[in-house]
Nanobody, 122 residues
C-alpha cells in the first residue's frame, strides 16, 4: 500500500508563507502522483474537510476561490511528492491540511495523509 506523508506545517504570521509537502511512499508508489488526481484539503475544528487545490493527472489545477492567487499546487513525479506553496497567508487559513489521492476523475477519495497543522497569527 502507498502511504502519504505531509510535512511543512507550522506557525507563521499573517502575510507570511509556508510550503507543504506530501510524499508518497511504499509498495507501488512509483508514478503514484501522476496516476491519480491529487489534492490538498483543510479542516477547521468541528467542520468538514474542504478542498483547497487539486491537480488532475494531465496537470490541470483547480483552486478554491478563497486561496486562488495565493496558493500554488505542484508535483514532482520523480520525487513522488506533491506540494502546496502558500503565500500571503491569513488567519483564516489556520487549519489542519491534508493531501489526498483520488481517482482520475477526482470523484472518489482513495488515500489520505495524516495531516499537518498550519497556524497563522494576526
Amino acid at each position: 500500500q502507498v502511504q502519504l506523508l505531509e510535512s511543512g506545517g507550522g506557525s507563521v504570521q499573517a502575510g507570511g508563507s509556508l510550503s507543504l509537502s506530501c510524499a508518497a511512499s511504499g509498495y507501488r508508489a512509483s508514478n503514484y502522483l501522476a496516476r491519480h488526481c491529487m489534492g490538498w484539503f483543510r479542516q477547521y475544528p468541528g467542520k468538514e474537510r474542504e478542498g483547497v487545490a487539486k491537480m488532475q493527472t494531465d496537470g490541470i489545477t483547480t483552486y478554491a476561490p478563497s486561496v486562488k492567487g495565493r496558493f500554488t499546487i505542484s508535483r514532482d513525479n520523480a520525487k513522488n511528492t506533491l506540494y502546496l506553496q502558500m503565500n500571503m497567508l491569513k488567519p483564516e487559513d489556520t487549519a489542519m491540511y491534508y493531501c489526498a489521492a483520488m481517482n482520475i476523475f477526482c470523484s472518489e477519495y482513495l488515500n489520505w495523509g495524516q495531516g499537518t497543522q498550519v497556524t497563522v497569527s494576526s
